[in-house]
Antibody, heavy 121, light 107 residues
Framework: QLQLQESGPGLVKSSETLSLTCTVS??????????WGWIRQPPGKGLEWIGS???????YYNPSLKSRVTISVDSSKNQFSLNLTSATAADTAVYYC?????????????WGQGTLVTVSS | DIQMTQSPSTLSASVGDRVTITCRAS??????LAWYQQKPGKAPKLLIY???NLERGVPSRFSGSGSGTEFTLTISSLQPDDFATYHC?????????FGQGTKVEIK
């Protein structure tokens, strides 16, 4: 069964870059037809889609974050990463990596456990 | 961008109650809507996809309906394990958007 695991610093200084990695097990991030994505949840708030990439390399970002977000892939390690520049307290959240279904890519049926990142001054 | 609005934000109910949560999209999304259940400290769990399809292993007391811009999640008889937060999510043209969530509390 597919497993996703987020990793990275739990504390980031304001104005610095927030960087996280998702390691995928029991599945390949280069499998044809799959998207992979990042979603976050500020404390006590709702979920926010950050961005996704398609197995072919195309990337898609939330317009509200697009200027600060980069998603990259390391297929040799079966990992994908999130970089969010110029972090502020508003970026404090639990960050999840997740994969939508194969057939439509429209709903997320596989999630990591999430990792809390706190941005402080 | 498509915005998703859930109502209510909080719902107080008792075991055995029938519960309905509504999700409205700012423009038509056909049936590209999913519902998730989330418990504290846990990742969301998929309940319903394509508006009305029950995910494998999800109890049949959960059901979804709707199309276009208005959707509902119904729990036919609330069970103790169902007290949680529920999120709707739409998909349109390589963009995924969630509602703000509905917390179902014990009355």
């Amino acid at each position: 069964q597919l497993q996703l695991q987020e990793s990275g610093p739990g504390l980031v200084k304001s104005s610095e870059t927030l960087s996280l990695t998702c390691t995928v097990s029991d599945g390949s991030i280069t499998t044809i037809g799959y998207y992979w994505g990042w979603i976050r949840q500020p404390p006590g708030k709702g979920l926010e889609w950050i961005g996704s990439f398609y197995y072919s390399g195309n990337t898609y970002y939330n317009p509200s974050l697009k200027s600060r977000v980069t998603i990259s892939v390391d297929s040799s390690k079966n990992q994908f990463s999130l970089n969010l520049t110029s972090a502020t307290a508003a970026d404090t959240a639990v960050y999840y990596c997740a994969r939508p279904d194969y057939a439509s890519g429209s709903y997320y049926d596989s999630w990591g456990q999430g990792t809390l990142v706190t941005v402080s001054s | 961008d498509i915005q998703m609005t859930q109502s209510p934000s909080t719902l107080s109910a008792s075991v055995g109650d029938r519960v309905t949560i509504t999700c409205r999209a700012s423009q038509s999304i056909s049936d590209w809507l999913a519902w998730y259940q989330q418990k504290p400290g846990k990742a969301p769990k998929l309940l319903i996809y394509r508006a009305s399809n029950l995910e494998r292993g999800v109890p049949s007391r959960f059901s979804g309906s709707g199309s276009g811009t208005e959707f509902t999640l119904t729990i036919s008889s609330l069970q103790p394990d169902d007290f949680a937060t529920y999120h709707c999510q739409q998909y349109n043209r390589y963009s995924w958007t969630f509602g703000q969530g509905t917390k179902v509390e014990i009355k």
